[in-house]
Every structure is written in structure tokens, then in C-alpha cells.
């Protein structure tokens, strides 16, 4: 079973960028369509942003805007998101699990980011 750690986030101010990371344990890894999901408080968990095996497809909510990256490095299993131009309203913890299927492997613990104005 494939598990994830994610990390990399903080406390920024709005404009500013963050880079968050996502280490996947296990063989299979390469396998997975992954993604970034975020949850602020009160709120539902959303898709963020997803990436095919590959890395040669990329998706992101409609909030992104341009200003957040997916990308992967199948030969160390990570994962990141490149964020730039954050706002207030980005403020959430972010997690990353696989996208593109219902199927979800074990949720980690997420890293917060917070986002002042």
C-alpha cells in the first residue's frame, strides 16, 4: 500500500509562493494518476490540480488560474505543487492522493497553508 507524507507548507503573505511536496512510499507509485486536493475550514475537500502517469497531462481547478504548477519525479515518487501569487482565500491544508479515479489510497496528514493579506 502506497502511502503519502505531505510537506512544504507555511505561512505566507498574499503574492507570495510556496512549494509543497508530496513523498509516496511504495512500488507502485508510478502508477497512479495523482492530484492535490485542498480543505479550508468548513469546507468540502476540492480537487486542486492532477497529473497523469506520464507527467504529460496536467488539470487544475478553475480557481488556479495559472498560478499553481503539478509536476512529479516518478524515480524519487514525489509530487510537488508550485504555488505563486497566493491569496487569502488559498488559505486551507493541502493534500495530495491520486486523481482521476475514485479510488483513493489512505489520506496523510496534509500541510496547512496560510495565506494573510
Known amino acids: 500500500q502506497v502511502q503519502l507524507a505531505e510537506s512544504g507548507g507555511g505561512s505566507v503573505q498574499a503574492g507570495g509562493s510556496l512549494r509543497l511536496s508530496c513523498a509516496a512510499s511504495g512500488r507502485t507509485f508510478s502508477s497512479y494518476a495523482m492530484g492535490w486536493y485542498r480543505q479550508a475550514p468548513g469546507k468540502e475537500r476540492e480537487f486542486v490540480a492532477g497529473?497523469?502517469?506520464?507527467?504529460?497531462?496536467?488539470a487544475y481547478g478553475d480557481f488556479v488560474k495559472g498560478r499553481f504548477t503539478i509536476s512529479r519525479d516518478n524515480a524519487k515518487n514525489m509530487v510537488y505543487l508550485q504555488m505563486n501569487s497566493l491569496k487569502p482565500e488559498d488559505t486551507a491544508i493541502y493534500y495530495c492522493?491520486?486523481?482521476?479515479?475514485?479510488?483513493?489510497?489512505?489520506w496523510g496528514q496534509g500541510t496547512q497553508v496560510t495565506v494573510s493579506s
Open positions: 492522493n491520486t486523481a482521476y479515479s475514485s479510488s483513493k489510497l489512505t
Open positions: 497529473i497523469t502517469v506520464s507527467g504529460g497531462s496536467t
